[in-house]
């Protein structure tokens, strides 16, 4: 069983930026992908980046790419997401997410392809 457990969110600003974390613990390996997903209220679970464990792929949304980067800590266990030029849109409870069969390639995510979830993050955007 792997445990993960998100890090980071608040309220900040439109335009403003944050660092989500994702630590993974447990039964970790250095296989599999993880991704990171948002959902605001009253909305489906919008998968929005993933990076490979193998090779470092990285998937990024239309609704963030250029504006989020997702990166890896392999040392630390830790999936860290860059968010530059923050809209209110983007305000969501942001989840991470790994699968140990996924590879992250420029597919859309869908949730049902990762096994693993943390309790996720408040992120809050003001106008």
């Known amino acids: 069983q792997v445990q993960l457990v998100e890090s980071g969110g608040g309220l900040v600003q439109s335009g403003g930026s944050l660092r989500l974390s994702c630590t993974a613990s447990?039964?970790?390996?250095?296989?599999?992908?993880t991704g990171w997903f948002r959902q605001a209220p009253g909305k489906e679970r919008e998968g929005i980046s993933c990076?490979?464990?193998?090779?470092?792929?990285?998937y990024y949304s239309d609704s963030v790419r250029g504006r989020f980067t997702i990166s890896r800590d392999n040392a630390k266990r830790t999936v860290y997401l860059q968010m530059n030029s923050l809209k209110p849109e983007d305000t969501a409870v942001y989840f991470c997410?790994?699968?140990?069969?996924?590879?992250?390639?420029?597919?859309?995510?869908?949730?049902?392809?990762?096994?693993?979830w943390g309790q996720g993050t408040q992120v809050t955007v003001s106008s």
């Open positions: 997410a790994t699968d140990v069969m996924y590879y992250c390639s420029d597919d859309e995510l869908v949730p049902g392809d990762f096994k693993s």
């Open positions: 447990g039964e970790t390996v250095d296989y599999g992908s």
């Open positions: 990076i490979s464990s193998s090779d470092g792929h990285t």
